[in-house]
């Protein structure tokens, strides 16, 4: 039987595809922890603290422009006009995903286009962050599907990078503590390990030092986590 | 069958899913929408296949005989069996593809040739493409959903699998391909219409979908860009860019679509690109015309598969004839495609007729025109009922080693009760096309 060449396998990716790759785990996680960190601030906002969002709002570095908890979560979770919502959020996700289609696969894509058609049905506008938890169920398989379909490590782990390193940007933001920044460090630099071509060394080697107990809410390190990915 | 009817929304769900999409573009904005799905397949007897095989084999082989003798030798046109002026003045004629003889020789990889049946049962070609022909990948993700939702239908019935074209595509590539090189699709980007295709076909095909930053020529080869510098020569590019948006260098100097000096690493034989430059001279309405005098002259055979009764304006007795019954043919641009430029003349007022007339008169090398075929209605679901459509089928005809012929095909639809243009611009939808094997 006459078989294909496979001369696509370990050939390098281009600098474009790399920042794609990158930005497609940002997103994603991106998606996954703000309805997560969300979730939690809904649940303050029923019997603790009703302006809770504005909490929220600081943590993430976004500007306050929400009249009211209700105006809140109708722009923040489903306003594709408002760039920083949830569904432009998805969006971003699946514009670069769209671009790596050959290399995510179309099993892996799905989730995506899943999420956002959820997103977009009036009814479950209407459940507002409760109608959500399928979202956060498409992310999981999502991440599942990464794991399970993409053979080639160098994709995988430029992907994996983005994720962890926007978790652990997102992480910082909303205080947690130490160790729990330690752990997620240590899980973004097995991806950077193997693939030492993504990472600013200097900037790593600096972030280490400042990844203290009593440094890491510091905003200068939210800046170095900014600026390790290079191509 | 009627399992995939009962079963639609589950189909439609799957589409959904799998982001079965095409791009539009209206009022200058960019529109991506669902290509609506007709659940109820065409289905080819294995009779009629046979013949609708045979026949596009012979058109494909003849029109790259017709691309490689144009760009060379021009023994058609000294022959008087095609007029130099319907060469030289097609816009899809390239000066600098004269004495360029792509890898294999093989010009027109991927043919899209569209066809019709008229009432009386016979397959009818209505033009060929043969530049950057789309739609396979629609058909062969429809029958991913459609045997996933109904695996019984498939049992009951004996139907080619049409889910092979991504390894045809790979087989032609690997066929071209320049010192093993590495194989790519260059796409024009996420906004081009058939931006689907171009990505579920590199899925599908384990080709790198490239766009136009991603490469770059450097002494007369073309090289994908890796990080930091790194390079891997490219042997074959299956191109989804327009001949004039390929090479700024060489063409359109605006396009940022393009490589700088393409032209340059495919004339010198450094690269295979798919399809080759230049094919559309081949394709051109005007020369449809001459399809069946081509078959003749370099195959020495009578045309198996007929055109419709097509008059050219360009000589004086066509022109007389098609002035004094426009209103019963059509008329086409034949600078224009997807269902572009495209007029019956009895849907055309005094006005209309009289402006075209006109145009007829001043530039007969623009124009065609076409009795108008009478092709049969397909059956289609709107809602709960079951109408009937016109529909036109695009096959897909392979040329490597040997030119094969897609077990399937793209059969689109009009949505509209009166009209006769399919085309998925002009808002049809598409079928599944069943080939069978008994």
Redesign the interface.
């Given at each position: 039987m006459q078989t294909?060449?496979?001369?696509?396998i370990n050939?390098?990716?281009?600098?474009?595809?790399?920042s794609r790759l990158f930005w497609l785990g940002r997103y994603a996680e991106r998606v996954y922890l703000t309805l997560h960190m969300l979730r939690k601030h809904f649940d303050i906002m029923i019997d603790e603290d009703k302006d809770s969002y504005i909490v929220f709002c600081t943590k993430m570095g976004i500007e306050n422009k929400y009249r009211s908890a209700e105006d809140f979560t109708k722009r923040y979770l489903f306003d594709l006009s408002n760039p920083e919502s949830v569904i432009n959020m998805l969006e971003r996700v699946k514009?670069n995903a769209?671009?790596l289609?050959?290399e995510i696969?179309?099993e892996t894509?799905?989730y995506i286009?899943?999420s956002i058609?959820h997103m977009n049905k009036p009814e479950v506008q209407n459940r507002g962050i409760e109608g959500l938890q399928r979202i956060t169920d498409y992310m999981l398989a999502f991440w599942g599907s990464i794991d399970e379909r993409i053979v080639n490590n160098q994709i995988r782990h430029s992907i994996k990078f983005g994720k962890y390193l926007e978790s652990l940007d997102m992480h910082i933001r909303f205080d947690y503590p130490f160790n729990r920044i330690e752990e997620i460090f240590e899980r973004m630099l097995h991806p950077i390990e193997k693939e030492c071509?993504i990472c600013d060394e200097m900037t790593l080697v600096t972030l280490k030092q400042h990844l203290t107990f009593d440094d890491y809410k510091n905003i200068g390190v939210l800046k170095l986590i900014n600026t390790l990915f290079r191509? | 069958m009627y399992s995939l009817v009962k079963q639609r929304d589950t189909v439609n769900k799957w589409m959904?899913?799998?982001?079965v999409r095409f791009g539009i573009y209206k009022s200058g904005n960019f529109h991506e929408q669902l290509f609506p799905f007709d659940p109820i397949p065409r289905v080819i007897s294995h009779k009629d296949w046979v013949e609708i095989e045979a026949g596009l084999i012979q058109r494909v082989n003849a029109l790259n005989m017709f691309l490689e003798d144009v760009y060379n030798e021009k023994e058609i046109v000294k022959e008087g069996i095609i007029p130099e002026e319907f060469i030289y003045s097609s816009s899809g004629y390239l000066a600098q593809c004269e004495g360029v003889t792509p890898s294999k020789k093989i010009f027109s990889h991927i043919s899209g040739i569209d066809l019709v049946q008229a009432k009386d049962g016979k397959w009818i070609v209505l033009e060929d493409n043969l530049r950057i022909p789309s739609g396979a990948s629609y058909p062969m993700i429809a029958r991913t959903v459609t045997r996933k939702v109904s695996p019984e239908t498939f049992k009951e019935n004996a139907v080619f699998d049409n889910r092979n074209y991504s390894?045809l595509i790979?087989?032609a590539m690997?066929y071209i391909n320049i010192d093993?090189g590495?194989?790519v699709i260059l796409t024009p980007g996420?906004y081009n219409s058939a931006?689907f295709e171009h990505?579920?076909l590199?899925?599908k095909a384990?080709?790198?979908?490239?766009?136009a930053?991603?490469l770059i020529v450097e002494n007369d080869t073309v090289y994908?860009?890796?990080?930091?510098d790194?390079r891997?020569r490219v042997g074959v590019i299956y191109r989804r860019i327009s001949d004039e948006y390929l090479d700024p260098l060489a063409f359109e100097s605006t396009s940022l679509l393009g490589v700088p000096n393409l032209m340059r690493a495919y004339a010198k034989g450094n690269v295979a690109i798919m399809n080759a430059l230049g094919n559309g001279v081949a394709d051109d309405k005007g020369i449809y015309y001459f399809v069946p005098k081509m078959i003749e002259f370099y195959l020495g055979e009578k045309a198996i598969l007929q055109n419709a009764p097509t008059y050219l304006p360009y000589y004086e007795d066509d022109k007389n004839y098609v002035l004094a019954n426009l209103k019963t043919l059509v008329i086409k641009d034949v600078a224009e495609a997807g269902g572009y430029g495209v007029m019956f003349g009895r849907d055309m007022n005094e006005e209309e007729l009289a402006d075209i007339t006109r145009l007829i008169e001043t530039e007969p090398r623009r124009w065609i025109a076409q009795e108008i075929i009478d092709f049969i209605d397909l059956e289609i679901m709107e809602g709960e009922d079951r109408v009937f459509r016109k529909a036109d089928l695009r096959a897909f005809v392979i040329s490597e080693a040997e030119t094969k012929v897609w077990h399937s095909g793209l059969t689109r639809y009009t949505r509209s009760p009166t009209s006769f243009i399919v085309n998925s611009s002009q808002g049809g939808g598409f079928k599944d096309t069943w080939i069978l094997k008994k």
């Amino acid at each position: 039987m006459q078989t294909l060449t496979t001369k696509k396998i370990n050939s390098g990716i281009s600098s474009a595809k790399a920042s794609r790759l990158f930005w497609l785990g940002r997103y994603a996680e991106r998606v996954y922890l703000t309805l997560h960190m969300l979730r939690k601030h809904f649940d303050i906002m029923i019997d603790e603290d009703k302006d809770s969002y504005i909490v929220f709002c600081t943590k993430m570095g976004i500007e306050n422009k929400y009249r009211s908890a209700e105006d809140f979560t109708k722009r923040y979770l489903f306003d594709l006009s408002n760039p920083e919502s949830v569904i432009n959020m998805l969006e971003r996700v699946k514009d670069n995903a769209m671009m790596l289609r050959e290399e995510i696969m179309t099993e892996t894509l799905c989730y995506i286009e899943l999420s956002i058609a959820h997103m977009n049905k009036p009814e479950v506008q209407n459940r507002g962050i409760e109608g959500l938890q399928r979202i956060t169920d498409y992310m999981l398989a999502f991440w599942g599907s990464i794991d399970e379909r993409i053979v080639n490590n160098q994709i995988r782990h430029s992907i994996k990078f983005g994720k962890y390193l926007e978790s652990l940007d997102m992480h910082i933001r909303f205080d947690y503590p130490f160790n729990r920044i330690e752990e997620i460090f240590e899980r973004m630099l097995h991806p950077i390990e193997k693939e030492c071509y993504i990472c600013d060394e200097m900037t790593l080697v600096t972030l280490k030092q400042h990844l203290t107990f009593d440094d890491y809410k510091n905003i200068g390190v939210l800046k170095l986590i900014n600026t390790l990915f290079r191509v | 069958m009627y399992s995939l009817v009962k079963q639609r929304d589950t189909v439609n769900k799957w589409m959904e899913r799998f982001g079965v999409r095409f791009g539009i573009y209206k009022s200058g904005n960019f529109h991506e929408q669902l290509f609506p799905f007709d659940p109820i397949p065409r289905v080819i007897s294995h009779k009629d296949w046979v013949e609708i095989e045979a026949g596009l084999i012979q058109r494909v082989n003849a029109l790259n005989m017709f691309l490689e003798d144009v760009y060379n030798e021009k023994e058609i046109v000294k022959e008087g069996i095609i007029p130099e002026e319907f060469i030289y003045s097609s816009s899809g004629y390239l000066a600098q593809c004269e004495g360029v003889t792509p890898s294999k020789k093989i010009f027109s990889h991927i043919s899209g040739i569209d066809l019709v049946q008229a009432k009386d049962g016979k397959w009818i070609v209505l033009e060929d493409n043969l530049r950057i022909p789309s739609g396979a990948s629609y058909p062969m993700i429809a029958r991913t959903v459609t045997r996933k939702v109904s695996p019984e239908t498939f049992k009951e019935n004996a139907v080619f699998d049409n889910r092979n074209y991504s390894t045809l595509i790979r087989k032609a590539m690997d066929y071209i391909n320049i010192d093993n090189g590495l194989e790519v699709i260059l796409t024009p980007g996420r906004y081009n219409s058939a931006y689907f295709e171009h990505s579920y076909l590199a899925e599908k095909a384990g080709i790198i979908l490239a766009f136009a930053d991603d490469l770059i020529v450097e002494n007369d080869t073309v090289y994908y860009k890796g990080l930091f510098d790194k390079r891997e020569r490219v042997g074959v590019i299956y191109r989804r860019i327009s001949d004039e948006y390929l090479d700024p260098l060489a063409f359109e100097s605006t396009s940022l679509l393009g490589v700088p000096n393409l032209m340059r690493a495919y004339a010198k034989g450094n690269v295979a690109i798919m399809n080759a430059l230049g094919n559309g001279v081949a394709d051109d309405k005007g020369i449809y015309y001459f399809v069946p005098k081509m078959i003749e002259f370099y195959l020495g055979e009578k045309a198996i598969l007929q055109n419709a009764p097509t008059y050219l304006p360009y000589y004086e007795d066509d022109k007389n004839y098609v002035l004094a019954n426009l209103k019963t043919l059509v008329i086409k641009d034949v600078a224009e495609a997807g269902g572009y430029g495209v007029m019956f003349g009895r849907d055309m007022n005094e006005e209309e007729l009289a402006d075209i007339t006109r145009l007829i008169e001043t530039e007969p090398r623009r124009w065609i025109a076409q009795e108008i075929i009478d092709f049969i209605d397909l059956e289609i679901m709107e809602g709960e009922d079951r109408v009937f459509r016109k529909a036109d089928l695009r096959a897909f005809v392979i040329s490597e080693a040997e030119t094969k012929v897609w077990h399937s095909g793209l059969t689109r639809y009009t949505r509209s009760p009166t009209s006769f243009i399919v085309n998925s611009s002009q808002g049809g939808g598409f079928k599944d096309t069943w080939i069978l094997k008994k």
